[in-house]
């Protein structure tokens, strides 16, 4: 099957920094990806760029084999891709329900009013927040802000959903409840690209891994051979561990 | 059936609103006039300037255009047509200076739309000696007080309807997102600079034709008079007590405010902008989100 995100030599500077370096990588339909790699290695930059959140430099990004590279957040995710952001980033203005909402109705098939409220209302009790919608954002504690901004994701209805760290900061018990959200996604046939630290987590959910470092992809394969390749464990740990 | 009382609770206010000219003496239908302008300024900035927190001192612009274009055009062309001028002019005027400007944060904004209103008076100004050699319009059209007043008073109930169809849309619910987080709009799949574009737009026109409508007030018009900009001021600090997030928020700092300055104006005019500037220090220090919000505050802390 043809890829569903297709990532070609993919660049980005930050003044002298160069943040991401000549990456490619595909996901399949169905598909869920971890991106690894330690801090500052530009995986959260490498998602900006899927997104629409930061202009390329180079490269070029398609979805469902159109290109999307040059276009802006809320054209990008009229393309079918949804994301969370590495810091929680809820509307304090709008209610928990408002917040879903915003997604539906500017979604690919815009909905208000009851049909509208219908989704919300489903995208809520998906994540575990059932019959919270006119709670206040700030009511809720760390975890279920970060279930809020999951169903924001899925009430547009995407087809790729891009995580980034969506599981950190979390308690075992509540990781747990995590790990089996997104592997319920999975069995959905969403395609997830899945920024983790957690290893348990990459584990768990991930067939596949790319490894990033300084900018750079260095290595790819399935996750149990990724995550014993000598250059990983140096690129994580420094040269005394390898 | 709450939406039902509101408007009909509304409907019978601007009713005896619209009949208090041929009750009140004269001296009242003009305070009232003026009232009714300075509500809908600040509920046409709100609309705006409210949930994008795009702070606007451009009023002037728009409103001085406004009564520019009648000042122009009244002799020329019948005054409906004067009107629809009027909104067409500040409609292009809101649109030109929204794709230029709306992508500048937060102290630009402010800073550039203060600039922008002072720009439109100068040019004016050296248009008028250079070009027209006339310094000073008269407008002779035959409208009383209360005359002026309806019109004002028909434009803030075209107003209110506006922004309360806006809040219930889902490009009010766009708006209010894009004031607290600009990138998860965007992301949600709102087309930021056209919502902001459109509401810079809707919010101007109405300015500018409250500009408009009060001209004949005047009888003669001069830049310094028409692009005067503690009108930008006073809008502002209306809005901000009020609140500029609630429908009704800039109507209730409009009505008090407007009543303070005017008689603040009459006691102490050389002290007037000292006062006002003391005033908006005030209430950004005490009520940022306007009396509304402090007494849904005050309200709940007591509950609790
Ligand atoms: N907007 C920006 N302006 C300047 N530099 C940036 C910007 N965003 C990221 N960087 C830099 O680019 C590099 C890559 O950052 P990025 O956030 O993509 O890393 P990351 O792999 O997501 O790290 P982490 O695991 O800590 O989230 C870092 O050195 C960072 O400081
Ligand atoms: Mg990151």
Redesign the interface.
């Known amino acids: 099957m043809s890829a569903q995100l297709e990532i070609s030599n993919l660049h980005k500077r930050f003044g002298g920094l160069v943040a991401v370096k000549s990456v490619s990588f595909d996901l399949k339909p169905g598909e869920v990806v971890g991106l690894l790699g330690p801090n500052g290695s530009g995986k959260t930059t490498v998602m900006n760029m899927i997104?629409?959140?930061l202009p390329c430099d180079g490269g070029s990004v398609r979805v469902g084999g159109k290109d999307v590279t040059a276009l802006?957040?809320?054209k990008v995710?009229?393309h079918g891709v949804?994301?969370t952001?590495q810091l929680v980033?809820p509307?304090?203005?709008?209610t928990v329900g408002?917040n879903v909402?915003?997604?539906v109705?500017?979604?690919?098939k815009?909905k208000?009013g009851r049909a509208a409220q219908a989704i919300v209302d489903e995208k809520l009790e998906f994540v575990g927040l059932a019959g919270r919608g006119d709670e206040k954002v700030t009511n809720l504690n760390y975890i279920d802000q970060k279930r809020m901004e999951m169903a924001?994701a899925l009430a547009?209805e995407p087809e790729i959903l891009l995580l980034d760290e969506w599981l950190a900061g979390l308690n075992p018990s509540e990781l747990r409840i995590g790990i089996d959200l997104v592997q319920h996604l999975q069995g959905q046939g969403m395609t997830i690209l899945l920024v983790e630290h957690i290893m348990e987590a990459v584990r768990a959910l991930c067939s596949r891994c790319i490894v990033m470092s300084a900018g750079e992809k260095i290595a790819e394969g399935p996750s149990a051979e990724v995550l014993q390749d000598p250059v990983v464990i140096k690129a994580y740990l420094g040269d005394d561990h390898a | 059936m709450k939406t039902s009382i509101a408007f009909a609770l509304a409907f019978t206010a601007l009713a005896l609103l619209a009949v208090a000219p041929l009750i009140l003496p004269e001296y009242w239908t003009g305070v009232l006039l003026g009232m009714t302008g300075y509500v809908t300024l600040a509920t046409a900035w709100a609309l705006f300037s409210g949930p994008t927190r795009y702070v606007s001192l451009a009023t002037v612009a728009f409103f001085g255009v406004g009564a520019y274009t009648v000042a122009v055009l009244n002799e020329v062309l019948p005054y409906p047509l004067v009107l629809l001028c009027a909104a067409g002019i500040g409609m292009i005027m809101a649109l030109v200076v929204g794709l230029s400007t709306l992508r500048l944060a937060g102290v630009y904004f402010v800073i550039f739309t203060f600039g922008l209103a002072e720009l439109v008076r100068q040019t004016v100004s050296w248009w008028e000696v250079n070009v027209t050699y006339t310094m000073g319009r008269y407008v002779f059209l035959p409208f009383e007080g209360h005359h002026i007043y309806w019109q004002l008073l028909a434009l803030a109930a075209i107003t209110f309807l506006i922004a309360w169809a806006i809040g219930r849309s889902r490009i009010g619910l766009a708006l209010k997102a894009l004031g607290d987080d600009e990138t998860v709009a965007a992301h949600a799949g709102i087309d930021v600079t056209r919502i902001k574009l459109f509401l810079f737009v809707v919010s101007s026109t109405i300015i500018t034709l409250v500009g408009a409508i009060q001209a004949p007030r005047w009888t003669y018009i001069e830049p310094s008079i028409v692009f005067n900009p503690t009108v930008s001021f006073m809008t502002l600090i209306m809005a901000l007590l009020g609140g500029a997030m609630r429908l009704w928020g800039p109507l209730v700092g409009a009505v008090p405010l407007f009543l303070l300055f005017e008689w603040l104006s009459g006691r102490f005019p050389d002290h007037f902008s000292i006062i006002l500037g003391a005033l908006f220090i005030l209430i950004v220090f005490v009520m940022p989100n306007g009396v509304l919000a402090k007494i849904d505050d005050l309200r709940k802390g007591r509950q609790s």
């Open positions: 997104s629409g959140a802006k957040p809320h995710s009229k949804a994301r952001f980033r509307l304090p203005t709008l408002e909402l915003l997604s109705a500017y979604s690919r815009p208000w924001r547009a």
